[in-house]
Nanobody, 131 residues
Framework: QVHLVESGGGLVQAGGSLRLSCAAS????????MGWFRQASGKEREFVAH????????DYTDSVKGRFTISRDDAKNTVYLQMNSLKPEDTAVYYC????????????????????????WGQGTQVTVSS
């Protein structure tokens, strides 16, 4: 069992920055690929970014490339999402998620963009970007 807790959300003006954190507890954090997803009001939850268990591969949805950076600190059992140049369309509840997919199956970008690949989820943190 892995317990995930997000923090760092809030209200920010367009063009501003936020850093989300996701603290993990339970199992060996370094065994897990970590993902960030978001869900805007009235929309489906969508992939934002992932980082594999070794930290060697990251990927992003096209709309955040060049603005968001995912990173992990295994000593702190924490994954981060640095969000710069925020836009109103980034407004959503942001969720972190964990899976051991890559450790046992090898890397698959397509798989790690799927919600169903992740077995553990946090409760989410609200990010609101005002125009």
């Amino acid at each position: 069992q892995v317990h995930l807790v997000e923090s760092g959300g809030g209200l920010v003006q367009a063009g501003g920055s936020l850093r989300l954190s996701c603290a993990a507890s339970g199992r060996t954090f370094s065994d897990y690929d970590m993902g960030w997803f978001r869900q805007a009001s009235g929309k489906e939850r969508e992939f934002v970014a992932h980082i594999i268990w070794t930290g060697g591969i990251t990927d992003y949805t096209d709309s955040v490339k060049g603005r968001f950076t995912i990173s992990r600190d295994d000593a702190k059992n924490t994954v981060y999402l640095q969000m710069n140049s925020l836009k109103p369309e980034d407004t959503a509840v942001y969720y972190c998620a964990a899976t051991t997919y890559s450790k046992f199956n090898g890397y698959s970008r397509s798989e790690l963009t799927r919600l169903n690949a992740y077995g553990y989820w946090g409760q989410g943190t609200q990010v609101t970007v005002s125009s």
